[in-house]
C-alpha cells in the first residue's frame, strides 16, 4: 500500500506562485511514475504533469507548460508541483498520484494510489 500526502495549495491572486508537495510512504517501490491531476467544479480530472522517479523524464500538460514545472527529491520521496504565473483557471483541487509504469502516464487510467488533494484557488 502507499500513502500519498498533498500540501501547499491556498488562494493566491493571479499572477502569484505556489508549490505543491506530495510525500509518499509505504510500499513505494511500486510508483515509478508520479502525476499530478486538478479537477474543477463541474469538470473532469485532468492530467497536468508527471515524472519518473529514476530517469527524472517529465510530462507537462500543454496547458501549463512554461508555467508549471514538476520535480522530485528521491531521499525524501517526494515530488513538487512548482506553479507561476497562476491564473484564475487554474483553480481546482490538485491531486498527486502513483502508477508502476511509464506508458499512458498523461492519463488517470493506471494510477493506483491517489492523495486527497488540495484546493488551489487564484483570484483575479
Known amino acids: 500500500q502507499v500513502q500519498l500526502v498533498e500540501s501547499g495549495g491556498g488562494l493566491v491572486q493571479a499572477g502569484g506562485s505556489l508549490r505543491l508537495s506530495c510525500a509518499a510512504s509505504?510500499?513505494?517501490?511500486?510508483?515509478?511514475?508520479m502525476g499530478w491531476f486538478r479537477q474543477a467544479p463541474g469538470k473532469e480530472r485532468e492530467f497536468v504533469a508527471a515524472?519518473?522517479?529514476?530517469?527524472?523524464?517529465?510530462s507537462i500538460s500543454d496547458s501549463v507548460k512554461g508555467r508549471f514545472t514538476i520535480s522530485r527529491d528521491n531521499a525524501k520521496i517526494t515530488v513538487y508541483l512548482q506553479m507561476n504565473s497562476l491564473k484564475p483557471e487554474d483553480t481546482a483541487v490538485y491531486y498527486c498520484?502513483?502508477?508502476?509504469?511509464?506508458?499512458?502516464?498523461?492519463?488517470?487510467?493506471?494510477?493506483?494510489?491517489w492523495g486527497q488533494g488540495t484546493q488551489v484557488t487564484v483570484s483575479s
Open positions: 498520484a502513483g502508477r508502476p509504469n511509464i506508458v499512458g502516464m498523461t492519463t488517470t487510467r493506471g494510477y493506483n494510489y
Open positions: 509505504g510500499r513505494t517501490s511500486s510508483n515509478s511514475v
Open positions: 515524472i519518473n522517479w529514476s530517469s527524472g523524464y517529465t
